[in-house]
């Protein structure tokens, strides 16, 4: 694990380096894991995930030019803006800086123009949410560079909005939330409707969490998800033509769900199984966790990914492969895919003491059913974003 001085440090050495001068201010945001209530973001249900120790560092500084000037020690090239437009092609990932950026300027917050180091431990690409750690730390930097203050829940969503708009990618809070507010060692429930949430302690200090990469990422996931999600609107309006106080799936009890198979159509029905199923388990999986019953939780996190196997297709080969080796090991409570799907990271919670065997196993197991290397990480569970001194 990279010690809080240490992302600091090469940040701050990055920007110098880059731009000749001392950052003014520095903050810290983490990656993320969704331990189960996959896909219910969007659909106002509820979910329980943990903030992990890779996290992204950065280092910011007011630009003075009408320029923002980025570098990364991920990129080879720092990248200049000088037009407030999403950049394409091998400078594409400062869209996710400016883009929050953007939105603080478009809702009328006093942001200029900045220049900002990154320094990240957070594995790009893989489920965990590079890409939210990157957006709320930028987040916090700007803030603190110009002196705003904005609510978090409302920094999340200012998050969310830089992604859903200037990026592209039509993700829900999830990843912006969990960034922001996860707590050390404790898993947090977020309800999607209210923005309440809670930090669950997790019973039991021999707890490992590893995020286990397929290495396969699927060409059209940005397409699947975006039809996942229409399938879980139109799903929702077939319920809403029959009472106006439905507005999103998390308005549907499995009762009222199963009553309504024969008229559904069937690829929404599918659809709706899983996020009002995944909202079922976290409400389950929290009142077991409260009384430590890890055992049991576990085996939530083997139905969440039955039910992505089977009612919202957005597994593949590679993650239930992953899911049935851990399934066989020793000292393993649960396991499934974690995040959007259709290739990324599975989730396995074990005892801390079966990482080992754990990693080994995985590794040889995986390679040889599918010819492909896998990537283990375990994670402890971290404190949400921060400011740093
Ligand atoms: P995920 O969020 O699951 O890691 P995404 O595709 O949503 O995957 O986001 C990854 C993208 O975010 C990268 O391709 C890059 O554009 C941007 N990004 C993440 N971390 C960094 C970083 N440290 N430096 C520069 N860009 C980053
Ligand atoms: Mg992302």
């Not at 969007?42 to 280092?59: F, K, M, P, Q």
């Not at 603190?144 to 998050?159: N, V």
């Not at 923005?195 to 302690?201: M, T, V």
């Not at 388990?281 to 009142?287: H, I, T």
């Amino acid at each position: 694990m990279i010690s809080p001085d240490s992302g600091r440090d090469i940040v701050a050495r990055h920007f110098q380096d880059i731009f000749r001068t001392a950052a003014t201010v520095f903050s810290r945001a983490p990656g993320r894991v969704e331990v189960l209530g996959n896909h219910t973001d969007y659909n106002e249900g509820v979910v329980l995930s943990a903030a992990i120790d890779r996290e992204v560092w950065i280092a910011a500084g007011k630009s003075s030019s009408s320029e923002c000037r980025a570098a990364s020690t991920q990129f080879p090239e720092p990248v200049t803006v000088k037009e407030i437009l999403p950049q394409k092609g091998t400078n594409a990932w400062i869209n996710y800086p400016v883009g929050v950026y953007k939105v603080l300027k478009d809702r009328g917050f006093p942001v200029q123009p900045f220049t900002m180091a990154i320094h990240s431990t957070v594995p790009l690409g893989a489920g965990v949410s590079s890409s939210a750690a990157l957006e709320v730390g930028t987040a916090l930097a700007l803030c603190s560079l110009y002196d705003i203050k904005i609510d978090p829940t409302e920094l999340a969503k200012i998050c969310q909005k830089a992604e859903n708009s200037f990026v592209g990618m039509n993700c829900g809070l999830l990843d912006q939330f969990s960034s922001m507010f996860g707590k050390a060692g404790r898993l947090l429930f977020i309800d999607f409707r209210s923005l309440d949430h809670e930090a669950i302690p997790m019973a039991g200090s021999d707890i490992t969490l590893a995020i286990t990469l397929s290495g396969v990422a699927h060409a059209l996931v940005a397409g699947e998800y975006n039809s996942r999600r229409h399938e879980c609107f139109e799903a929702a309006k077939f319920f809403a033509v029959k009472d106006s106080t439905v507005k999103t799936l998390r308005d549907i009890s499995m009762q009222q769900l199963l009553a309504a198979k024969s008229e559904l159509n069937p690829q929404f029905f599918k659809r709706a199984m899983h996020v009002v199923g995944e909202d079922e388990r976290v409400f389950s999986g929290m009142q077991l966790l409260k009384k430590g019953s890890i055992k049991e939780f576990g085996q939530l996190l083997y139905q969440s990914h039955e039910s992505s196997m089977h009612n919202f297709e957005n597994s593949c080969k590679e993650l239930d492969i992953l899911v049935d080796i851990a399934k066989s090991i020793d000292g393993v409570y649960g396991s499934r895919l974690t995040g959007g799907g259709f290739g990324g990271a599975t989730l396995t919670m074990m005892r801390s003491d079966a990482r080992e065997n754990f990693e080994k196993v995985i590794k040889r197991e995986y390679r040889k059913q599918t010819g492909r290397d896998t990537t283990v990480h375990f994670a402890k569970i971290a404190d949400g974003a921060s400011i740093i001194a």
